[in-house]
């Protein structure tokens, strides 16, 4: 098609006096500035294509990639950028667990001939767990060649780019180190569906995709100027969910995962029904704790694209949260207010709680050690949780009673549940509860690292029969 330069002038001006040139001069500025500090998550690109390249022995590599697979690249974008960067940039990963739960019931959906889109794609973590729902071929450049030709992706920073390609010729690799030819040079042009871009300007992608995977960053970021929805300061996963739906052909099976503000804040309600009236519902389900690191709560929507229909039925958002029963139903929970390095000892002389002050499961009237606090002290009767606690402990979550009529200082190496109703038998039902195997069952799957936080006691399913 020729296009002469009148035509190319009012393109020109069209696009910039567009709502996505405002975005994409957004971008640009957002690059020039965090780029740099993205840079040095290049030495786990670096190692990752060395993993592939190399000749170390099977059993090692396999454990190697099999780490690479699970957890690493999230691991080493914590040790290599500065949280403050990953906050800014809502550079959380997906954990094998949540897209293992985020899957569910897709992956039925999923065969070699579909086209599945991540526009926010990081490490890859959920094109990742795409792939166990494809075929391999004869040879594993046959089945590199077919899964390229399947996915696609986008991500500002071309460190996550390059991880995002590495990672998914491992996941190739993982499933041929079983069965099929494993013998191929390894090229750096495999993948080249996952680019460097903007989810948010790039719409092509969007239209072609038959599968739509989302997990974006939840920052703060203000609502387009005609916004029908929100105005001001919006969660910015409201806006890529919002791109995707309609720049999506209709058909398209979106699978996202969001925050918990957009299913039960009263400020997304307007854009909760722009998903309403734009597509059906395969599957809305709350998922706790999106991880350890990251104090946030997630859901995940699973849905499929349709014309716009004013008069569709509404949907029942709450519903799932009212189904489950919690620990934070019948206990307030929090962190020990006492930080004994830093809190001068003023003020009130209390009782001091310390995690070495009482053994586990005991019910203690009173403990050795005495403080003077000025901060918030606690009354009897609650119960204390070791925050220390490791995936395979017999019991995660390790508690003690304490009763008696008085209060105390709490050091912050405790969580604190504090009973409702303020009775000593809910207190003794919440050790049951710690107990039973469901409980550490469900940590183990919740929290993989070696500490327990608010929100995941807060989580702990009540009554509980595992
Ligand atoms: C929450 S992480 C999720 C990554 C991946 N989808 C996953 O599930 O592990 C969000 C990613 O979006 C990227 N990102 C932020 N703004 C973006 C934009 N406008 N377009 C594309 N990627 C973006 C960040 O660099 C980050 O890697």
Redesign the pocket.
Known sequence: MHIDSAQQGSALRFFTESPYYY?YRL?LT?LAETSPR?EKYSIYAEKLRRLLGSRVPLLERTQRVGAALDGE??REVRRLLELNVLRG??????SSAL?EFALRGVEDSINSKSIIF??????????IGATASLPIRTTFAQTLQSWSSVFS?????SQ?VNVCRRRLTLAAWQRHQFSGQLHTRIRDDWFEGIRE?????CCSNYHNATHI???????TQIAAENSSWGAGNVN?AAI?LETALSEAKAGTRIVA?LPEVIRCGSRYKKFRRVVEISSSLNRLAPYGLFDCHTDVDVFVLDVTTSRVNLAAEPWDWAKPALAKKTVGDTFTVSVGPVVDFRDEKRGQWFPYLTVNSISPWEEAFDVPKRRRFTGRVVKSPFVVVRRTSRPGDRFRAVGSIIRGATEFAVDNHLIVCEPRDHTLRSCRELIEQFRNPGTTAYLDSAIRCRHLTVSSVNHIPWNHHG
């Open positions: 975005v971008h957002f993205m690249a999230s940039n809502g550079v959380f990963f997906t897209r991540d526009p926010t794609c990081g490490a890859g973590d959920l094109l992706g986008l991500d500002l920073h996550f871009g903007s989810g948010l300007t995977l989302l997990n974006p960053p939840f920052v910015s890529f995962i």
